[in-house]
């Protein structure tokens, strides 16, 4: 008899989770909420995983664009979601643990949803338009300080990667820039082309396409290393502005209290997706890193996410980086 009962456990295991209508998760499609507009980087992130994941999952994942408030809303929007593993969300340094210094919240960043697994990780490049008349950074520079005040800069909102970014290279070079909110870094990256705004600090990810095809001008990546995809693209050591170093990176969670046995079968998802060869391509093309198996365990995202908070919010909180 226990034999028996052993035996139907096991097949139970396999057949996957059970919701409590006694439903195999999933049953139906999946959504994954992207606080920032179609078309940013954080969108496209989400959209290669979403394809790649569907196939262990054996179900349609949507993608949900909520916008406003520098990805609070669509954050504020995962955290009132069921706990069921039927909505995802996905994010960044930004969204995940600035956001909770400079903005008044009704939820907790780090409390009220739980960790599913770090994706990818993108140094900022710094980006202009084609018009700005300085072709290295150092000569960039020297052009903000000479318009100091005047020179636009595209955000997505207040505290989102391209804002704090951006705060930090003007306390680094000691200028003022006139910040220009967006619902997120997609629309910011068109005005750039356009020339209706002068730079951005932005998403290697969401530059690079725009700077291979000529549209715009690059003059360094915030790391210590140049990117693969992009190798003729100076640091921001190489090119004047040593140790501007900052790194978005980029994970996703899920509403709290999500049963451990459905965590654990998305991060599967996941993590296979991650192993992908076709998906390590497409991020290695727009210069996203795949972080090491380690570090794409709900554990791994935890404690990195307090880490960062502990790093972050007192710099934040120094530099009085506000909703305006």
Known sequence: MKKLIFAAMAMAMLAGSV????????SKPITIIVPFAAGGPTD???RVLADRMRQPLG??????????????LGVARAVRSAPDGYTLSI???????????IYPLNFDLVNDLDPLAMVASNPMMIVSKNAVPAKNLKELIAWIKANDGKVSA????AGSGAHFSGVYFEQLIGVKLQFVPYRGTGP???????????VIVDQASNSLPQVQAGTIRAYGITADKR????KDIPTVDE?????????????LWVPKGTPKDIVAKLNAAVVEALADPGVQKRFADVGLEVPPRAKQTPEALAAHQQAEVKKWWPMIKAANIKVN
């Open 239 to 251: 090119a004047g502005l040593p140790g501007f170093y900052i790194s978005l990176w980029s994970a």
């Open 91 to 101: 994010g960044h340094l930004g969204t995940h643990v600035v956001n909770g210094a």
């Open 227 to 230: 990117l693969p995809a992009a």
């Open 19 to 26: 919701t409590a209508n006694g439903q195999a998760y999933p």
């Open 154 to 157: 595209g955000t997505a909102g």
């Open 59 to 72: 179900q349609t994942i949507v993608i949900e664009n909520v916008t406003g408030a520098g990805g609070t």
């Open 44 to 46: 496209a992130l989400a």
């Open 188 to 198: 910011a990256l068109q005005d750039l082309v356009a020339g209706q705004i002068d």
